[in-house]
């Protein structure tokens, strides 16, 4: 990743280590990293609050919350960029490091020798979970970030700072968590997500995209807590959250099909990953897909966003990741990474949660399915699918709904009555569609 400019802190003398009346000043002997920079932010939750309610405890609590902070930082290869207020501004060669400083310094924290005074305020209350202490202590939330920042010195303190819209991202990443709560950008994810064993396993949680204040870009955020802490609940993050997706729009009245689009929506409130529309050509496959794609679309509760696209024009399984990564906005080319664009996508998938991906005319592509979407199932937990095709997938936990042909009109009866009579009873004028597990 990045290399390293080597400065020595004029006042890395000035602190040593345990707890103590220490001085909120920078300690750091690491060298500052630049290129490929990796930042974390740091900020006390409810500082304003426990300030107000008790000052005495508050400055003793910084302290040592600035000596847990700085405790690691060396270790992790950390350079304590500055201090403001009670925030930090860290800035790593490496991803890992910088993630693995943030799960072991929440850790840590539990640890520390708080004020009682301290203890007896909510914002600070210990508290159990299920395996044990979830909360103890000022409650940090930190935000990590990379990028390649502006490095400069500071003409006063001769100290190297970094500037740019890395900077403001990072900050944003990290004010948009709870206290307690460590949130990784998607594009710092993408280093650390493959060293989940160095990490100690972490529960991790892809949270969907979000829209950071003055950020254009909506960012994905990867909520990660040591395996010690997963007791930890937090309230939902405190950025509006981006409810994204693309499917086509329709013409004309839906006739029928309600029954069908109740057991879809019963098919995916049970848990079911993989859904297959069954059924002949004509039968109106792609219609009801297109229709429930729409409603869940309107409904905004995926948070990774509806998305769906067809794969008429597919022969191979670079032909349906490239359908797919058109629909999701998932650049691909053929060459370096992209060489396995299954991956990739299946990647793109887990950042973006919970999702719904709706692929529509698989059946002549049947063969590829389980090297994409089976891939895409494995790598994306969250993730949950609808497919359309003439001809069962037989993937594993595959749920098919066998569409009936809507009623033929009686003699004498338009299609126009037919729609009006299905309108007026609520209901399908077709058979309902069974929802079950595919024989395999
Ligand atoms: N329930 C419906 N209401 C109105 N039009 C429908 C309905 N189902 C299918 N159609 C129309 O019938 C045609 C064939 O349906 P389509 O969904 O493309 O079938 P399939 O995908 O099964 O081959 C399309 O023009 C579609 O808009
Ligand atoms: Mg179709």
Known sequence: MGSVLRMVSPLSTMEGPGFGGAPRRRSSTVAAPTGT?????????????????CSGGMRAALDIHD?????????????????????????????????????RTQQELLRAPWPEELLAEPDAAEELGPGGCVYRGLRVRMGVHLGEPECRLDAQTGEVDYFGRVVNVAARVASAGQGGQVLVSGMAWARVEGELEVLGRPRVHALGEYHLQG?????SLVE?????????RFEALRVQR?????????????????????????C???????????????????????????????????????WMCELTDAATVGDICHAVGQALGVAL??????????????????????????????????????????RWRALAPQARFLVTSRESLLLPEERV?????LEVPEEGETCKELMAAAMRCGCSSSAPGRCAAASS
Request: charged share 25%.
């Open 67 to 103: 000596r847990v902070l700085r405790a690691l930082l060396a270790e992790h290869g950390g350079y304590e960029v500055k201090t403001q207020g009670d925030s930090f501004m860290v800035a790593f060669p490496s991803a890992v490091e910088a993630v693995c400083w943030c799960l």
């Open 242 to 266: 981006v409810l994204r997706g693309h499917v086509p729009g329709e013409t004309g009245e839906l006739i029928g099909r309600q029954e069908e689009l109740a057991e879809l929506r019963r």
């Open 37 to 53: 920079v990796v930042l974390v932010f740091t900020e006390v939750q409810g500082s304003t609050r426990l300030w107000e309610q």
């Open 215 to 219: 950020v254009e870009e909506a960012v």
């Open 333 to 374: 080319t053929r060459s370096g990474e992209d060489s396995e664009p299954a991956e990739r996508l299946g990647r793109a998938l887990a950042g973006r949660g919970d999702v719904l991906l709706i692929v529509d005319n698989v059946e002549h592509v049947i063969q590829h399915l389980p090297a994409t979407l089976g």
């Open 268 to 306: 995916f409130d049970s848990g079911a990953r993989l859904v297959t529309l069954l059924g002949p050509g004509g039968m109106g496959k792609s219609r009801l897909a297109t229709r429930f794609g729409n409603l869940e679309l309107a409904a905004r509760t995926w948070e990774g966003g509806v």
């Open 224 to 232: 990660v807590l040591p395996a010690a802490l997963v007791g930890r």
């Open 401 to 405: 709904i066998d569409l009936e042909p």
